[in-house]
């Protein structure tokens, strides 16, 4: 899959190929809402919070004789049931709302994000920037380029650029990430993403499929070693055992000649019985 490619100053240059390991990947809705809900989760910060009975203020007696008033029973003053006391089953501060994910799960989840990105044609490349801190200079050159400026804009980084960060974070919906911190809620909200060649080559170099098939061999590749080593120990343990065997040998020929010394001993008193 191929994108067109921008200078600095917003004229075309040509056409850059986009690694298919990263951006040819299957779509995959469920695993990507799946991703989305994990980011939105952990960023919640858990604020409302109600009171329970143990953490209202006032006396724990009990306001009047259990039986006898001909009125409800009742305990103390911070009692759910009445007004100004506890909240029972209300919201907490100390909610966890975390939820976790498989590495290769979120691995898989954003080579999906840029790959339905790059299907609906919303990823352009940029050869580079000046550099100079001016955020009107920067808003002249996102007029220029065939992006829709009040639109969501997400600019990928190869590395930390002061110089573009700063121009362009006064401008209305437009945001800078390095490709280390790319993440599904950015990659979906975002009309268009602008990025940098650099970064193109490194999103493979931290992203790509091919990383998941190294780690394979590595892992078939040290248990191909544990086997050859386990063989080798077996055999020696093999060749230690035979002199055990050896020690038996004389034992066994004591016993055989002397079983032949009892046998013509028989023949000889044989004869002188007759």
């Known amino acids: 899959m191929n994108i067109d490619v921008y200078t600095s100053t917003g004229t075309k240059k040509g056409t850059i190929a986009l690694p298919a390991s990263v951006f040819e990947s299957a779509i995959n809705d469920g ?58 089953f209300g919201p907490r501060n100390n909610t966890n709302f975390t939820k976790d994910m498989p590495h290769k799960m979120r691995q898989a989840a954003l080579r999906s994000c840029l790959s339905a990105q790059a299907v609906a044609g919303k990823i352009i490349g940029l050869e580079g920037y000046k550099e100079e801190r001016s955020t009107k200079k920067a808003s002249a050159l996102l007029t220029k380029l065939p ?11 190869p590395e930390s650029n002061n110089d573009l960060q700063l121009s362009v974070r006064n401008i209305p919906g437009v945001k800078t990430v390095q490709v280390g911190y790319l993440n599904p809620v950015d990659i979906l909200n975002s009309r268009s993403i602008i990025f940098m060649t650099d970064a193109i080559k490194k999103v493979e170099e931290i992203f790509g499929a091919k990383k998941d098939s190294i780690k394979s061999e590595i892992r078939s590749s ?32 004591k016993k055989e000649a002397k079983e032949s010394k009892e046998a013509e001993e028989v023949k000889k008193s044989s004869p002188s019985k007759k």
């Open 147 to 157: 992006v829709e400026l009040g639109r969501s804009i997400l600019f990928v980084l």
């Open 31 to 88: 695993l990507m809402h799946q991703a989305v809900i994990r980011q939105q989760s952990n960023r919640r910060y858990s604020i409302a919070h109600a009171k329970s009975r143990g953490e209202i203020r006032g006396s724990t007696k009990k306001l009047y004789a259990q039986k006898g008033t001909g009125r409800a029973r009742r305990g103390s003053v911070r009692s759910p049931l009445l007004r100004g006391g506890g909240k029972a």
């Open 222 to 253: 040290k248990s191909e070693k544990k086997e050859a080593k386990e063989a080798e120990e077996s055999k020696e343990a093999k060749e230690t055992k035979k002199p055990s065997t050896t020690k038996k040998a004389p034992a066994k020929a």
